[in-house]
T-cell receptor, first 116, second 111 residues
Framework: DTGVSQDPRHKITKRGQNVTFRCDPISEHNRLYWYRQTLGQGPEFLTYFQNEAQLEKSRLLSDRFSAERPKGSFSTLEIQRTEQGDSAMYLC??????????????FGPGTRLTVL | DAKTTQPTSMDCAEGRAANLPCNHSTISGNEYVYWYRQIHSQGPQYIIHGLKNNETNEMASLIITEDRKSSTLILPHATLRDTAVYYCIVRVLQGAQKLVFGQGTRLTINP
């Protein structure tokens, strides 16, 4: 399968615990994005990388959240001291930087986080 | 904030054309109209995008009004698998990379 993959697909944790999610983008894609989606809402942008550089972060990304893409390939999103409000679907997407029309983002299946 | 307005929900009979409207009255000259859809429990899926000309691909057609203040996504022969939430998004091609999703239109295809 050559699409975007995310691991784990589901995570249940207790409030106050740390969790880490992984995203593997489409192999030749140099841009990687994280979004969060709560029930009944559209996805909300969190952050994006171009290669290994984190170029934009949303104000939604509090200091408990950190994202990395150390070698410009896979990315991790860590949430420290989880809160019940962090319960959501965390979506990863990738795209290929291009100067021609296109550049659409390809999304993974998401990681559903439940904080008890 | 999302720059688009869509109906909350729509129904369509299987085999018929589904026409999903979107208003984007504040669209700028360098902003494209993108459509994504999200089938239950999956990530969003790109459908089509356009600037000012009508576009067609294997999934859908996109009709953009001459003043570019609104557009319509057309699924020519809807199937049950087209049941999903459809998002209309405006964005510049270069520069800001994030997609700003609204609440979308929940399209239900009925047998």
């Amino acid at each position: 399968d050559t699409g975007v993959s995310q691991d784990p697909r589901h995570k249940i944790t207790k409030r106050g615990q740390n969790v880490t999610f992984r995203c593997d983008p489409i192999s030749e894609h140099n841009r990687l994005y994280w979004y969060r989606q709560t029930l009944g809402q559209g996805p909300e942008f969190l952050t994006y990388f171009q290669n290994e550089a984190q170029l934009e972060k949303s104000r939604l990304l509090s200091d408990r959240f950190s994202a990395e893409r150390p070698k410009g390939s896979f990315s991790t999103l860590e949430i420290q001291r989880t809160e019940q409000g962090d319960s959501a679907m965390y979506l990863c997407a990738s795209s290929l930087m291009s100067t021609s029309p296109g550049g659409e983002q390809f999304f993974g299946p998401g990681t559903r986080l439940t904080v008890l | 904030d999302a720059k688009t307005t869509q109906p909350t929900s729509m129904d369509c009979a299987e085999g018929r054309a589904a026409n999903l409207p979107c208003n984007h009255s504040t669209i700028s000259g360098n902003e494209y109209v993108y459509w994504y859809r999200q089938i239950h429990s999956q990530g969003p899926q790109y459908i089509i995008h356009g600037l000012k000309n009508n576009e067609t691909n294997e999934m859908a057609s996109l009709i953009i009004t001459e003043d570019r203040k609104s557009s319509t996504l057309i699924l020519p022969h809807a199937t049950l698998r087209d049941t999903a939430v459809y998002y209309c998004i405006v964005r510049v091609l270069q520069g800001a990379q994030k997609l700003v999703f609204g609440q979308g239109t929940r399209l239900t295809i009925n047998p």
